[in-house]
């Protein structure tokens, strides 16, 4: 048998030689070159967890990720503002990290694109009689709608389901309007969002606008079961990314994008390395070159160091 001094010496080696493995790993981490230049985040079920958080071992990556010289932009339905606000959270915002009113990135669905130094590249809205139908329709099924006007929102009806889009999901707080007619005399209107029980959206909201919008310039899109957006037609995330990465010259094919929901699908399929979260649709993950953990067990950090590290 072994001495215990010994047995003192073995387990004083190991202990040095995994201490000396891991400074390895982080001194690695620190000096080699990227093998992207560019990563593509969705929010909603990918970078925010299932309370809308962005858990710290992301937090972290990101920053690694970015001090490395990688840039990581956000592909977003969400507002910018509200975008800004889910980020301030975990310390991400602010010029050189992942968002700021300085930083490129992909909102609302690909219809809000922002440059390099924040400027804004492309502006597409929906046409005045799809907005004008969609909340007279609202209205009479008592549906909540709020209207999406760049970094402002508007609605005829503050709903509590609207409140919660703000303080759940960072929204703006949408200004209530007294008619379908003042709205239409405000800004151009970016994209509709109907926010209600999953079950209605599925059975009512998205069966209605599915085939109302046939022909009018416009189409749905979903991101979360209790949600379903209206945005105007050939409008998605990848066309916006499409648009940013010609601004950055960035190859598409050395892009990766991670993402989870149905309008996250094309952006997955058409980069160079598209992940799917593990909570993603089966269409996402079928289409992604590979699928990492969930938003709530660290799917984010899983897939930098798979494919970014």
């Known amino acids: 048998t072994r001495d215990s001094s010994s047995s003192s010496s073995s387990s004083s080696t190991a202990s040095a030689q995994s201490i000396a493995m891991v400074s390895v790993k982080d001194s690695n981490r620190r000096r080699r070159r990227p093998q992207v230049p560019l990563v593509a985040l969705d929010m909603d079920g990918t970078l925010l967890d299932s309370s809308s958080r962005i858990q710290p071992d992301s937090a972290d990556v990101i920053r690694a990720a970015t001090a490395l010289g990688v840039r990581v932009v956000l592909a977003t339905g969400k507002a910018r503002p509200a975008a800004i606000a889910a980020c301030r ?25 922002h440059g390099s130094k924040g400027q804004q ?6 046409p005045s009689a799809v907005v004008g139908q969609a909340f007279r329709w609202a209205t009479d099924a008592g549906i909540p709608c709020v209207a999406f006007l760049g970094d402002e929102c508007a609605t005829l009806k503050l709903t509590s389901e609207l409140k919660e889009l703000h303080t759940r999901y960072y929204e703006p707080l949408a200004a209530e309007l007294a008619s379908v007619e003042q ?22 909201v998205k069966p209605h606008w599915s085939q109302a919008l046939q022909g009018q310039g416009a189409e749905v899109m979903q991101a979360v079961p209790n949600m379903l957006e209206v945005v105007p037609a050939g409008v998605n995330k990848w066309a916006g990314l499409q648009v940013l990465l010609k601004h950055l010259n960035v190859p598409a094919q050395d892009v ?7 309008n996250d699908l094309q952006m997955v399929t058409n980069v160079g390395t598209g992940v799917a979260m593990g909570n993603a649709v089966d269409q996402v993950k079928h289409a992604a070159a590979a699928v990492v953990a969930s938003n709530d067990d660290g799917g984010i950090a899983e897939a930098f160091e798979r494919f970014v590290f």
């Open 183 to 204: 709205l239409l005399a405000g800004p151009a209107v970016r994209k509709l969002l109907f926010m209600t029980g999953p079950e209605l959206v599925e059975g009512l």
């Open 89 to 113: 959270d975990a310390g991400l915002e602010g010029d050189g990290l992942l968002v700021s009113l300085r930083t490129p990135g992909v909102f609302l669905q690909g219809l809000a694109v």
């Open 121 to 126: 590249l492309s502006d597409a809205a929906l």
């Open 256 to 262: 990766v994008a991670v993402g989870d929901g149905s």
